[in-house]
């Protein structure tokens, strides 16, 4: 098993090194040199073998490609294939479920999910999750330096296929992906997409460590950032959800934290 | 109701900002000027008016005694109390439960706990709430500049009325009191205490931010860190448990983190 990873969060790596332990499958995680070490850590503690590769897509690629045809390992996506997509979007079911065990006989569920955009295959995979259901998906992005490159895609109608952003939401630094593109906007699963600054992730990123005392890193908390501080989604949301108001269910997704550089985006 | 705080965590000044609330109460809590800014915005969002005073503790008590003479508000300690201690305990009634109820049928819940030892107010009142259920419980505090006053105090049988330490355990730089001395001591409801250092401490804090995604503070790895590295309660629990093992409960308290402090720690 092999990964290429356009995986900057590492969540990737380290699921799929902790899968493949668990069910003795050896794995093999191809990360650039330049990764953080608590990602390096991680990914190795959880069992996988490590290979270094430069940090540009075609050397990870070349790399890749000959750990395949030595080992005769099977590549895993990040992101960009059916079945990754589908794998991510039980998160979507396991939280539809949880919210109607927390409300008991008369809860009628979530109204709407808001979850990250970054190659995109979590919030189709969540879209699937709901198909049917009434419950509205919401992408969330950066806007930093571009990175809202779904959200400028979902309304211009054209993919857009590069993305070159330094948002501290690293994970959502990727491209969407054709796969999760089709989901998304193709199908409409998704409702809509909205973007947030540096700030607000900063924000809402405080507002989980001091009061909900998790560590999530930075692009785990775009989601409630935008629930909390983008405007537009206010404003669809006062509109479309009446004077009831919406149980809005957010996901967190990621807590590859490097402590030593945490504190610096709090000073 | 006002505090007069020798509650360097502050959770006793948030905990009781926010009981009062909830029961319509107005509470004052007397907080040293130089207290955390987390600390003071955490209190005062949970609804208590701040009072602050200079950072000794006569003349902490100097303010309280005015505010109780201005206002008749009830004083409530923040450890030194059978009430408190009660209160606090509570804590190991949860976790013996929760044990339990993980375990299933066949489960024989805990066999001990650790938990933290500052003021003693939770270490007492976890021992009470273990006291005839064959649970044994013990103390763990940070061994830096003679923070390990409760361990000192119980070896030597003299309770320790002073400490001057700046451990970054910051929760667990006070004496014992001599209620909660009465129950760990006197009447031998703890079964031992441990200390570790400030390295041991801050490698237990890293894995549990990096592998259980939880916001703690310092103080509230201390159990964690002597569960994983005191080498004598190794050999106590080697000697004690046979081949079976213990099954451990840790006890983590307080999460009142200084997110741009928390990096400096794991530079």
Redesign the interface.
Known sequence: MATEANDPQGNHAQALSLAARTNNIKAYIVMPEISAL?KIA?TRDYGAEIIFSGSTSVEREAVTSKVIADTGARLVPPYDHPDIVLGQGTLGLELQDQVLELQGATGKGLDAIVAPCGGGGMLSGVALSAEGTGIRVFGSEPEFSGADDGMRGYYSGQRVEKVSSLTIADGLRTPVGEIPWGIIYERKLVSGMYNVTEDEIKAAL?LV????????EPSSAVPLAVALYNEDFRSMVEKEAGDEGWDLGIVFSG?N?D?????????
């Open positions: 608590p991680a405080r460590y001091e009061r909900m005392k998790l560590v999530v807590g934290v402590l030593s550089s945490l504190g610096k985006l709090f000073l």
